[in-house]
């Protein structure tokens, strides 16, 4: 979702940075640049970097939640019958960047929901400082992670929610892409 964002926000004029973890995807467009980051402090460090200097972020996807407090270099070997591994909460890219965000830049988040998927999705909308906050659901055939089509909702800061039917992400891109236009005020 994130590359058919970049490539759509390219094709429309704009620079972009795309900070991705490992991905096969590939960018085409010549006004993207890429930075390829491996672990989530790497991503965050990026983010953090990048944003000030731009006109916003689009976050398309989170790190994962929770780290490794005491991750290993080697193969762990099936020595117990049990296996204990204890998660620290990983940096929150998406709030820390909410935090720093001036008003003349635009912030859009996603939300992957499978509980009171609205709810959370505006929750996060007014926590993380978004404008936008677009909600996909892994309740919803054909959507989110492994295919390519997507069905999303997206909720803006002025209280506007626009649901949309299934499509392929590069129409879901230029539905956001044309929402992120519409409620620019910043």
Known sequence: MGFSIAEKLAEEGA???????PSACQTIHPNINRINVISAQEMYDAALENFPDSDGAIMTAAVADFTPLNP?????????SNYTIELTPTKDIAASIGSIKSDNQFLV???LET????????????KKNLDLIVLNSL??????????????????RKGDVKRFDLKPKSEVAKDIVDELILNQNY
């Open 72 to 80: 290993v270099d080697a193969k762990v070997k099936r020595e117990k």
């Open 15 to 21: 620079l972009v940075t795309v900070i991705s973890g």
């Open 139 to 156: 309740n919803d055939s054909g959507a989110g992670f492994q295919h390519d089509t997507n069905k999303i909702t997206i909720f803006s």
């Open 109 to 111: 988040g996603f939300a």
């Open 115 to 126: 509980n009171n998927e609205e709810q959370n999705a505006q929750l996060k909308l007014e």
